[in-house]
């Protein structure tokens, strides 16, 4: 097949590039460095022209919910019409395990997108994962100095590599809807997985007042249904770092 991935020079999207060539498919990578932008849909066009199947995995990390509802918005409108006019036969999107039931800036943007693909002209497949391993790295790199205060987060959290396989697997066969959450094999705490990593540290787990953040908190991010399971253990990505 001929599949494009949308973010593909981000680490998740790296991770799907390659999964995706290993599985023998011709890869399109959508990214600004490749000459397409998924917010103005320069170089989408071409980008897409005999492409069977689109992921997307593009992404915007904020903590403003104006942003982030823009962004998802005007890349997934952008990515529809111009998948429309490609021929393109199926939609993949990556989205958040318990995406409607935490209600913080960001999966706000997630749910936007989403709404527009499910309603979009495209077959959609959307494949909701937990929180990945290699979060930790990033709020390890948000909270600078020798003591790390980490909100209070519980989750099942997943290996990037295992959300990049289970996509690229999804993408091979027919649109499904939103379909079987992806998690990890373990509930863990994010604190004690910042501990993991973060050697000579100091880490405290933080509750934080905000209606978001007590839904973490509480498990709002945990899967409530039938979900699968990643195969890669936390300890497991944590040991070979």
Do not use: C
């Not at 998690?183 to 209606?211: C, H, Q, T, Y």
């Amino acid at each position: 097949m001929r599949m494009a991935v949308a973010g593909g020079t981000g680490w998740l999207g790296k991770l799907v590039v390659e999964k995706a060539r290993a599985q023998g498919h011709e890869v399109v990578v959508i990214s600004r460095s490749n000459g397409v932008d998924l917010l103005t849909g320069a170089g989408l066009d071409e980008a897409l022209r005999g492409v069977d199947v689109v992921i997307d995995v593009a992404n915007k990390v904020t903590l403003n919910r104006k942003v982030a509802i823009g962004f998802f918005e005007t890349t997934t409108r952008n990515l529809l019409a111009a998948q429309e006019r490609a021929g393109v036969k199926h939609y993949v999107v990556v989205s958040v395990v318990g995406v409607d039931r935490v209600d913080s800036a960001y999966y706000a943007g997630k749910r936007r997108q989403e709404e527009l693909a499910l309603a979009g002209p495209i077959p959609v497949t959307i494949l909701r994962a937990t929180q990945f391993f290699e979060f930790t790295e990033q709020v390890m790199a948000q909270i600078p100095g020798p003591v790390k205060l980490v909100p209070t987060m519980v989750t099942r959290p997943v290996a990037a590599a295992d959300v990049a396989a289970e996509l690229v697997r999804l993408a091979e066969g027919p649109a499904q809807g939103r379909t079987t959450e992806l998690a990890g094999p373990e509930v863990l705490r994010m604190g004690d997985m910042v501990k993991r990593v973060a050697k000579g540290k100091l880490v405290l787990n933080v509750p934080l007042p905000d209606a978001a953040s007590r839904s973490m908190a509480r498990g709002g991010l945990l899967p409530t249904g039938d979900y699968n399971q990643g195969r890669i253990t936390f300890e497991q990505w944590a040991a070979a770092r």
